[in-house]
């Protein structure tokens, strides 16, 4: 079993999952094990970042822009190929540990769902492991 | 105990190998838990991107090499440390659901060797943990 | 239960943390299952890459400090956000397959923990699952 969460995206930015993934804990009643949160989309990603300053996740999405802009050689049909490479680089999960029934994060850590195309419907999925 | 799986890659570009993910699923006979594909190479990873359009993984392929060139600085005296620095980018591994004795993939996802340096015999890594 | 380690850092660099992770094997006498190395910081990052010539490691911190460097538009006024997006890049963890009461890595395999920040005391934990 697997626990499946929505959200509805406004533009090309984090959304901080990390009480999602919470609840997914909580609801599996697992104290020790491993949780891996899983983008099911090829324009989106899952990443761990730093929670405290919200311009971190702007910069990041900043820099991300420039490495991976636009290119006159993509051939891709949709045009949104600058999106398809940024959620290979940030990367389709994460795995967290679990310990005491609680996610071990450090202190400025949270988890985001990162999208990269315009406002969708989306969803992740969260697997949890006992051991 | 885990399964490996061997290619033989041509050029720089994505080889799909969702088939043999799901062929060691199959053999393992696990219907829940999760699957760690791993890539023992350092200028090769493993990668989910779009399944539909070919074009996509050829526009990540371009992406990649426009982001991280070959550059003056490089020491390494084997000439590739552009795919070095792309294996670490991409990273070495990815892990996902297993349901229901099946893979958990989004509509348009599918599981990527990711090849950076000439032609190669590579190999890959599944290993399966059920729970 | 996990196991932690610490290291101090000298300046951006990858550190060999491989003898640590496999510490952590040897005292968990698990024989068979995958191994997580967690990275708790946002300014630096779990990457696996070759270890037998020290020029790739450099080679590759030269080419993320290309792709990714300070910009002009980051906001965050502690002045690392080049840090942070390496962080995502990189990635916060690297999940292992352990056989034979061994880690199972490619001949030219190591494990790096990446430092983005100027010097630190950091850690970093490993997460064991047998199976």
Redesign the interface.
Known sequence: ??YKYELKTNNEAFYNITDMVDDAIKKSGVE???C?V?????TAAI????NA?E??A???I???K???PK?E??????GN??G??K???????????I?KGKL??????DIYFAEFDPPRNRSF?V?????
């Open positions: 079993m697997y020790s094990g491993i891996l899983f983008c099911p989309h090829t990443t761990i970042n730093e300053d311009y971190v702007k910069d990041v900043l820099a991300s420039t490495a991976f290119l050689g993509f051939r891709h049909d949709e190929s600058d398809h490479v959620c290979s680089m940030f990367g389709a999960s994460e795995t967290l540990i310990d071990v994060l450090g202190v400025w850590q999925f697997k949890i492991i006992e051991g």
